[in-house]
Each structure stands twice: as structure tokens, then as C-alpha cells.
């Protein structure tokens, strides 16, 4: 199998990471998705994207250990391993215990990059849907210092941040001894995150793009990047498919998109974006591309809960 090269970024935590990364979040993970990331694997792909809430940490585990067995990979600081805090663990007693508890599903010693999945409490059992009153006060500071902790501990070689508006970001930073090293957030064609890209690219915060296509063909997802005319006019013009043209795009902006795909020949296009350019024309049609969230957090929003409206939980960045 033809191995494609990834280009790197350097964080800000002195640590390298993949500019492309494989997703593993699922509406319903394949029996066999541990043979699928070996798949992934071979092809080039070395950023494994996981998280507490997916359910497939342990297999992300088996395919890294029978990547190593096959010798696909020489040994595990071949692949970088992001994996991610979900809201019933976000609490300064709780942090340590969960990465403990998500590097025993992988078989690690260490992730590469750990995130606080939202800036959210839940109550304990909460998964992917939950009823409001699951809903708890949520303690960054204390939830981020126990972030540092697992850093220093040696469990996580880089902390970061997922779906956190910049006014978040912009607290943890006024008291961080270790500043974010990634805000992992929403980001596509048909939702630019202008203003976090470039908030980010102030404060040496890597953004990274989960739902680079909008989801699309998931339950949550949208149509608003795959079927939309001006990509679809790009992709015909250049001879590339509208994924490669959206995913190219993300990557032209220093955005490190998160693609989810099982199907092999998928895999293998959406790697094919490194060697060839958007030209400043085409950037300035995509920027004209109409703009909506897919998710819009309302979740998390309760009168009871830290965030009493959808503007509070993102402040000014929608």
C-alpha cells in the first residue's frame, strides 16, 4: 500500500503533531474498526483521534499494538494519540482518574494530546444525550489545573481545549502555568471560525477541525459543505472530489482537520491534499460560502446551568 507522507505541526508545548488525523467517533463503530485504523495506518495516516465519550479507545489500543506487531509502525512514538475528558469527569478530583482510566482502555502509558471534550459538567453516566437537570456547575480553573497535573505526571504530552469559545480560552489563559497547546472546535467550509482561528493564531494555540465535511451522511450532520455549488464548481474545475477540495481548504487556513471515514478508498483520498494549492481566487469564493453551526450546544444550555443561552456558551464567537 502507497504510504503518503503527513505534514507536522510543532505545538506549543515543544511536541510535533500530524496535520491530518483520523476520526474515531461514531454513531455505530465497526466490529472490526481496530483493522480499519491498521488500514489507516499503513496508508500514512498517524493521528488517531479518540475521546472518553466514543467508545473506541480500546480499539484504537488493538490497532496500534497489531500495528506494531505487524510492523507497520516501529514502535509507538510512531503515532500520536489525542483522546479527550468527558463532562462527568470534569472536576479537579476527577481529571487524573479518567486519563488513568482512558490510557488502561488504550494499553498506553501516555496521549499525545488530552482535551477537555466542553466546557461542561455533567453528572456521572451522562453520555451522548442527556436530560438538562444532568447538568452541573462546571469549575474550569480547577478542572484545568488537574490538566496540568496529568501533564507534569508525564500521562499527556500535550493539554488542550475542545469546543471552548476564545472569551474560555482567553480565562484559562490569565492563570495557566501550561497554556493550551490545541482548541479542538467545529470548522469547515460552511462554518469559518475566522474569529478563533485568528485568536488563536495570536496566542500560539493550534486549531484543529473536528466535522470538516459538516458531518455529513451522520445523524447530527449537514449537507452545507458536500453539496454545495461552490465547492462542487472548484472540485470539477481542478479534478479533485468536493472532500478534497473542503479538507485542502481547512489545511490552507494552518487547521489540522480530523476526517472520519471507514471506507478505504475514502481514507486514501482524503490524504491526497498536500501536493497541489487553492489558488487566492478559489479562497476568496469559499469565503463567500453562506455560514451555519451544525451543533449548535443547546444541550448544554439549561436555567439552571452555567450557560443559561447558546451565546453564553460560545460568547462572541457565533
Excluded at 496535520?19 to 474498526?33: I, K, V, Y
Excluded at 444532568?134 to 488542550?160: V, Y
Amino acid at each position: 500500500m502507497e504510504k503518503q507522507v503527513i505534514p507536522e505541526v510543532v505545538l506549543n508545548s515543544g511536541h510535533s503533531m500530524p496535520l491530518l488525523g483520523f476520526g474515531t467517533a461514531s454513531n455505530s463503530s465497526p466490529s472490526d474498526l481496530a483493522s480499519i485504523i491498521v488500514q489507516a495506518i499503513e496508508l500514512g495516516y498517524r493521528h488517531i483521534d479518540t475521546a472518553a465519550l466514543y467508545g473506541t479507545e480500546e480499539f484504537v489500543g488493538q490497532a496500534i499494538a497489531q500495528a506494531l506487531e505487524q510492523g507497520v509502525i516501529k514502535s509507538r512514538s510512531d503515532v500520536f494519540v489525542t483522546s479527550k475528558l468527558w463532562c462527568p469527569d470534569a472536576d479537579r478530583d476527577l481529571v487524573v482518574p479518567a486519563l488513568k482510566k482512558t490510557l488502561q482502555n488504550l494499553g498506553l502509558d501516555y496521549v499525545d494530546l488530552y482535551l477537555i471534550h466542553w466546557p461542561a459538567r455533567l453528572k456521572e453516566g451522562s453520555g451522548f444525550i442527556f436530560p438538562k437537570e444532568n447538568i452541573l456547575p462546571f469549575d474550569m480553573r480547577g478542572t484545568w489545573e488537574a490538566m496540568e497535573e496529568c501533564s507534569r505526571l508525564g500521562l499527556a504530552k500535550s493539554i488542550g481545549l475542545s469546543n471552548f469559545s476564545n472569551k474560555k480560552v482567553s480565562q484559562i489563559l490569565s492563570y495557566a502555568t501550561i497554556p493550551p497547546a490545541v482548541n479542538q472546535v467545529e470548522m469547515n467550509a460552511a462554518w469559518q471560525q475566522k474569529k478563533v482561528r485568528e485568536f488563536s493564531k495570536e496566542r500560539g494555540i493550534h486549531v484543529s477541525a473536528w466535522s470538516p465535511l459538516a458531518g455529513y451522511g451522520a445523524i447530527w450532520g449537514s449537507n452545507s459543505v458536500m453539496e454545495n455549488t461552490i465547492l462542487k464548481d472548484i472540485a470539477t474545475t481542478k479534478g479533485k472530489s468536493i472532500a478534497q477540495i473542503s479538507l485542502r481548504w481547512v489545511y490552507q487556513q494552518g487547521v489540522s482537520p480530523i476526517v472520519k471515514s471507514f471506507n478505504k478508498e475514502r481514507l486514501k483520498e482524503n490524504l491526497q491534499i498536500f501536493d497541489w494549492e487553492l489558488t487566492q481566487k478559489e479562497l476568496d469564493k469559499i469565503s463567500q460560502i453562506p455560514q451555519k453551526k451544525t451543533i449548535s450546544g443547546e444541550d448544554f444550555v439549561s436555567p439552571n446551568g452555567p450557560y443559561k443561552s447558546v451565546e453564553e456558551l460560545w460568547d462572541d464567537d457565533v
